[in-house]
T-cell receptor, first 113, second 114 residues
Framework: SQELEQSPQSLIVQEGKNLTINCTSS?????LYWYKQKYGEGLIFLMM???GGEEKSHEKITAKLDEKKQQSSLHITASQPSHAGIYLC???WGTGTASKLTFGTGTRLQVTL | DGGITQSPKYLFRKEGQNVTLSCEQN?????MYWYRQDPGQGLRLIYY???????QKGDIAEGYSVSREKKESFPLTVTSAQKNPTAFYLC?????????????FGAGSRLTVL
């Protein structure tokens, strides 16, 4: 969906390096969800952001939602091979129901040794 | 442990055949969903159900059918009317309460039409 764009589409980083993935919405977000997917497997929920300026962290992954609630970033510090996979953002534009989530096309992350 | 079980993991089908993908959850979630994932595209919603014996079409329901006879089960049938059925199919569930939009996903089923 052009209403929700992720960048970059793919990323190759060396182990130990930091990286950032972005998710940009054309409309104000009610909620923004980050998921991770190993190739050929289901999605694993990482974090949900709802408030402008909100920031959440889980282990070495930090997600932020900007004050305007139209852009979110996912930052990985000191990347490890276990971080490899596809990261997807999901947008809720105010419906409050999971059935109306719109997903981005994903960012494929490879971590080299 | 609670979770969602999808089966089969891999499925091959000849053109013109219907196939049914299984999805079972033991999370006591009210809502269940079926998504389709294609390379380079985001997840697209096929059908969803918020309560037993009721379901709604998603964005790409044509050529698919579902049933929700039990809270735990939400099978998806890919019919011969689906023109391009080769894809990765994901089942998900959620508590479907206000502010509880987190989806729990199964491991997926990959369907290939020969």
């Amino acid at each position: 969906s052009q209403e929700l764009e992720q960048s970059p589409q793919s990323l190759i980083v060396q182990e130990g390096k930091n990286l950032t993935i972005n998710c940009t919405s054309s409309k104000t977000l009610y909620g923004l969800y980050w998921y991770k997917q190993k190739y050929g497997e289901g999605l694993i929920f990482l974090m949900m952001l709802q408030k402008g300026g909100e920031e959440k962290s889980h282990e070495k992954i930090t997600a932020k939602l900007d004050e305007k609630k139209q852009q979110s970033s996912l930052h990985i510090t000191a990347s490890q091979p276990s971080h490899a996979g596809i990261y997807l953002c999901g947008a809720d534009w105010g419906t409050g129901t999971a059935s109306k989530l719109t997903f981005g096309t994903g960012t494929r992350l490879q971590v080299t040794l | 442990d609670g979770g969602i079980t999808q089966s089969p993991k891999y499925l091959f089908r000849k053109e013109g055949q219907n196939v049914t993908l299984s999805c079972e959850q033991n999370l006591n979630h009210d809502a269940m969903y079926w998504y389709r994932q294609d390379p380079g595209q985001g997840l697209r919603l096929i059908y969803y159900s918020q309560i037993v014996n009721d379901f709604q079409k998603g964005d790409i329901a044509e050529g698919y059918s579902v049933s929700r006879e039990k809270k735990e089960s939400f099978p998806l049938t890919v019919t011969s009317a689906q023109k391009n059925p080769t894809a990765f199919y994901l089942c998900a569930s959620s508590a479907d309460r206000a502010g509880a939009n987190v989806l729990t996903f199964g491991a997926g089923s990959r369907l290939t039409v020969l």
